[in-house]
């Protein structure tokens, strides 16, 4: 089954630095990758998706990208936040497209 | 819409006791997840449902976990006895099949067994 790894594990940047997040999934089958950010207390939200037919996706200062040959895709935050401060999740789906399979996390911390 | 709305928010109970979690997915959606959420396992897909029945329940830990959704707006996840070591964060999740893939997720359902 799929697999997928995130790195880091934590992160702290300063406000207006830019964060990066990096994921490998195992399943070369694997089409579809959203993006959680989950605050303290809170369920994950999705923040970003890409499929398999794009390489790259931005949404204001949030963009991701993928790369089907060497099975990563990533995070970039620009021009970060004290908000964006919480933990991202990276996730997977097999084809079918009905379940994702997440990532362990990375804990953002944007340091004012 | 309300969002996926799950109940209890916090619930306390000892070894043994049975215990009831409940969710409620946003209305039209016809995809029902169940995850459980802990430090030293992450996220981990429990049990999912499509028109309100069950798909795939491989992540359910053990026969003391079971799953129901009676109809499309209601789905339980019961655990009966309850051990200490079921103590996570639940949650529930919908989605639709038009547009976006993405999920939902409730604010779950924090269970502590002492």
């Known amino acids: 089954g799929e697999n997928v790894e995130q790195h880091p594990s934590t992160l702290s940047v300063q406000e207006g630095d830019s964060a990066v997040i990096k994921c490998t999934y195992s399943d070369s089958a694997s089409n579809y990758f959203p993006w959680y950010k989950q605050e303290l207390g809170k369920g994950p939200q999705l923040i970003i998706d890409?499929?398999?037919?794009?390489g790259e996706k931005k949404d204001q200062r949030i963009a991701v990208t993928l790369n089907k040959t060497a099975k990563h895709f990533s995070l970039h935050i620009t021009e970060t936040q004290p908000e964006d401060s919480a933990v991202y999740f990276c996730a997977a789906t097999p084809t079918s497209y009905d379940k994702v399979i997440f990532g362990p996390g990375t804990s953002l911390s944007v340091i004012p | 819409d309300a969002g996926v709305i799950q109940s209890p928010r916090h619930e306390v109970t000892e070894m043994g006791q049975e215990v009831t979690l409940r969710c409620k997915p946003i209305?039209?959606?016809?995809?029902l997840f169940w995850y459980r959420q802990t430090m030293m396992r992450g996220l981990e897909l429990l049990i999912y449902f499509n028109n309100n029945v069950p798909i795939d329940d491989s992540g359910m830990p053990e026969d003391r976990f079971s799953a129901k959704m009676p109809n499309a707006s209601f789905s339980t996840l019961k655990i009966q006895p309850s051990e200490p070591r079921d103590s996570a964060v639940y949650f529930c999740a919908s989605r639709g099949t038009g547009g976006s893939y993405g999920y939902t997720f409730g604010s779950g359902t924090r269970l502590t067994v002492v």
């Open positions: 209305s039209g959606h016809d995809y």
């Open positions: 890409i499929r398999s037919n794009v």
